[in-house]
């Protein structure tokens, strides 16, 4: 009994995180997505548009670590609402362009995340959301208390949206859509380039078998904070855009329902996808903008609903599925054809 | 073989209690720089204990490890890695979703910092691809380094753990059980493999079959109940009365 105390592998499943298929593909749902990006503000409310794109950013930063290194983080409302705030009080305090006011609260994000992925990556899986969960009421606690800050309760309210003058960006939120677009879209780059680079490569090995990632010299934990401090940053760059789009703070933005809300929509989207997460997002924000414009007050009621639903119909998530499906077709076509070419088979 | 005396590994008293049950009871194990020596003996001997010590995995109770005369003891797997010792696993562990080029590309980052850049592409990883290709071509896997690894027959999977830690280019190599759950031309393959590799390193392997032990080790070491019971040339361990009771006895005719 004492023989194997190696953890042995955990078993998972075989979906490539690399989508070495097909590069055409990905050029085509790029500009999908771009196109649908650019689009949103002439079908849906401006202020309900630039949500979904936020709350897309928010999802993508957290399946860096729930979907690519392995990490559930339940406290990530501590990086969206403190950087919410921090570009808040800095748009309020210093008048400056929004842009700068985010990236001081993406900044703000980065510094908490850093005693905060120091202290709970030393743990894994259910501790590690405990830890997270735990940092995050503390710093809920500080939002609530510090209300000469924070404005407690009633949230931080009457935040400016300062762009250069240009008055109709300041003042008309689908022309503020159109500027603040670009600083999210860079978050998404940024997500992408970071899984797809050296580094995220070490990422999903250490999601797919920690102890070979350790013997093969690498020192998981620093990487595990790296990419933690990295997503509170993306999920900084979020939460920003967040505020100034509702010229208010809100108090819920720290809450844990938040931190919950994020891993449900990257969950339902399908984690370690990217992709996932934009769906997710989207799906979410529409959903609970259409019942609440509805009259309907059980929100919550049926976005848990088909939460459960989808989990259990289609385990990868929504978009998981699809790609799976897609992968699954590609290999049969291809091994298909292996064999009645006379492909050299070992 | 060229033992030129210096001592690779070092074991004092090595001692790891789980529980009360002493699975490694004060192991003195000596490893000669250039030796390929073989860890020998029944279910439950210690032998796996033995190697999650050596390479961090597990902490000892108590006792001393040092790697070419620096002390080893207590150090964090990592560390053990990049102070030269690499080893292999018994149960195949790979990272499933990954192809086996992209093993190999981790492997020969692993001991380097560049796994930081987060902002540069993975195509980088591939930089140094006549080492890769060529660590690829040396285990049998050439044709098959796009697969991913899922897809991987068992024997391949075995290959490909043997070139993860070829790709550390260990100064000491700790292999456990590299032809477990094997068939005969497996076997036959993987001894030709590791020998090829072992020469000029240093190897310790663990293995239940007599045939690899006899045609790859040139010094035996046989536990029990985690204490070392016999040690010597294979030919003088395998005439060892206590070992042919203990072990080599049932073992031989399979």
Do not use: C
Not at chain 1, 234 to 249: R, S
Not at chain 2, 84 to 95: E, K
Request: glycine share 12%.
């Amino acid at each position: 009994m004492s023989q194997s105390t190696a953890t042995p592998a955990p078993v998972t499943e075989a979906h490539p995180v690399v989508a070495a298929a097909n590069p055409r593909l990905r050029w085509v749902l790029l500009a999908g997505g771009l196109v649908a990006a650019l689009a949103l503000p002439w079908f849906v409310y401006p202020p309900v548009a630039m949500d979904i794109v936020a709350m897309a950013l928010f999802a993508i930063a957290l399946d860096i670590l729930l979907g690519y290194t392995g990490l559930l983080s339940f406290g990530h409302a501590a990086f969206w609402g403190s950087s919410a705030y921090v570009t808040g009080l800095i748009a309020t305090n210093y008048g400056v362009p929004f842009p700068v006011a985010i990236i001081g609260g993406a900044l703000f994000a980065m510094i908490l995340a850093l005693p905060a992925g120091y202290l709970s990556v030393r743990r894994s899986g259910i501790y590690f959301a405990m830890v997270t969960l735990a940092f995050a009421q503390m710093v809920y606690f500080v939002g609530y208390q510090w209300s000469g800050l924070t404005g407690g309760e009633n949230g931080l309210q009457g935040v400016p949206r300062h762009f250069f003058g240009v008055e109709l960006v300041e003042t008309d939120s689908f022309y503020f859509y159109y500027a603040a677009l670009p600083i999210l879209l860079l978050g998404m780059w940024a997500a992408w380039r970071i899984v797809h680079s050296p580094f995220g490569r070490v990422l999903v090995s250490i999601r797919d078998n920690t102890q070979r990632a350790r013997a093969l010299g690498y020192e998981v934990d620093k990487y595990k904070v790296v990419a933690f401090v990295l997503s509170a940053g993306l999920t900084g760059l979020a939460g920003g855009v967040f505020a100034i789009n509702h010229g208010f703070v809100a108090l819920t933005e720290l809450h844990w329902s938040t931190s919950g809300e994020v891993v449900l929509m990257t969950v339902l989207g399908g984690i370690g996808t990217l992709w996932g997460g934009v769906l997710g997002a989207t799906l979410a924000v529409l959903l609970a903008d259409y019942l609440a414009s509805s009259g309907f007050d059980g929100i919550d009621l049926v976005t848990g609903s088909v939460f459960v639903l989808v989990v259990l119909l289609f385990r990868r998530g929504l978009w998981g599925t699809v790609r799976h499906q897609w992968l699954a077709w590609q290999q049969r076509r291809s091994s298909r054809r292996t064999r009645s070419g006379g492909g050299t088979r070992r | 073989m060229t033992t030129n005396g210096r001592v690779a590994l070092r074991t004092q008293a090595l001692t790891k209690v789980f529980r009360g049950f002493r699975a490694v009871d004060s192991v003195d194990l000596v490893v000669r720089e250039g030796g390929v020596h073989a860890l020998v003996g029944p279910n439950g001997a210690g032998k796996t204990t033995l190697f999650n010590l050596l390479t961090g995995f597990v902490a000892p109770t108590s006792g001393a490890i040092r790697v070419f005369d620096e002390d080893v003891t207590g150090k964090q797997p990592e560390q053990v890695a990049r102070r030269g010792v690499a080893r292999s696993f018994q149960i195949t562990s790979l990272f499933e979703t990954l192809t086996s080029r992209e093993h190999v590309e981790l492997a020969l980052q692993g001991l380097t910092r560049q796994g930081f850049r987060f902002w540069r592409s993975e195509k980088l990883l591939g930089g140094n691809r006549t080492r890769v290709d060529d660590l690829l071509t040396q285990v049998g896997l050439m044709t098959l380094a796009d697969k991913q690894v899922g897809l991987l027959a068992y024997g391949q999977k075995r290959a490909l753990e043997l070139a993860l830690v070829l790709a550390l280019d260990p100064r000491v190599m700790l292999l456990d059980e590299p032809t477990a759950g094997m068939g005969t031309e497996d076997v036959d393959r993987t001894i030709e493999l590791v020998r090829r590799i072992a020469a000029g390193r240093t190897v310790v392997f663990v293995d239940h079959n007599m045939h690899v032990v006899g045609s790859l080790a040139d010094r035996v070491t046989v536990l029990q109940q985690g204490k070392i019971l016999a040690e010597g040339a294979y030919d003088e361990v395998r005439n060892d009365e206590r070992v042919i009771t203990a072990y080599l006895g049932e073992a031989d005719h399979a």
